[in-house]
């Protein structure tokens, strides 16, 4: 996890940081709905290599944003979720849902 002074001053930069890369947002994004296996992301995120799902997955759970759990099973299960704090990122992500519908509806208007 970062340290306060290796953040932006900037609140919105800070955001940016943590959270403002293509593949870190649709990672949340599908994160919201329940948790998810590695492979089923890796599957979801069309495009997406398994470094940059990795590295995206570590960076987060650095940051407290989501949580990665291991079960004791043979073979062994890997789940991601969420965090309580990346809980409170829904707000952010709903209101990106909303302009981009609303961007999309005022385009079929032209």
Same mark, same amino acid.
């Given at each position: 996890?970062?340290?306060?002074?290796?953040?932006?001053?900037?609140?919105?930069a800070?955001?940016?940081?943590? !959270?403002?890369?293509?593949?870190?947002?649709? !990672?949340?994004?599908?994160?919201?709905?329940?948790?998810?296996?590695?492979?089923?992301?890796?599957?979801?995120?069309?495009?997406?290599?398994?470094?940059?799902?990795?590295?995206?997955?570590?960076?987060?759970?650095?940051?407290?944003? !989501?949580?990665?759990?291991? %079960?004791?099973?043979?073979?062994p299960?890997?789940?991601?979720?969420?965090?309580?704090?990346?809980?409170?990122?829904?707000? !952010?992500?709903?209101?990106?849902?909303?302009?981009?519908?609303? %961007?999309?509806?005022?385009?079929?208007?032209?």
């Amino acid at each position: 996890m970062l340290t306060k002074e290796e953040l932006p001053e900037c609140p919105v930069a800070t955001t940016v940081q943590l !959270i403002g890369s293509k593949w870190k947002l649709l !990672i949340i994004r599908n994160l919201r709905m329940r948790p998810w296996r590695f492979n089923e992301l890796k599957k979801n995120l069309e495009g997406i290599s398994q470094k940059v799902l990795t590295d995206s997955l570590r960076s987060m759970e650095e940051d407290g944003i !989501i949580i990665r759990t291991v %079960y004791p099973e043979v073979p062994p299960r890997v789940e991601y979720s969420l965090s309580e704090l990346g809980e409170s990122i829904k707000p !952010i992500l709903d209101a990106m849902e909303q302009w981009g519908t609303n %961007y999309k509806a005022s385009l079929e208007t032209d």
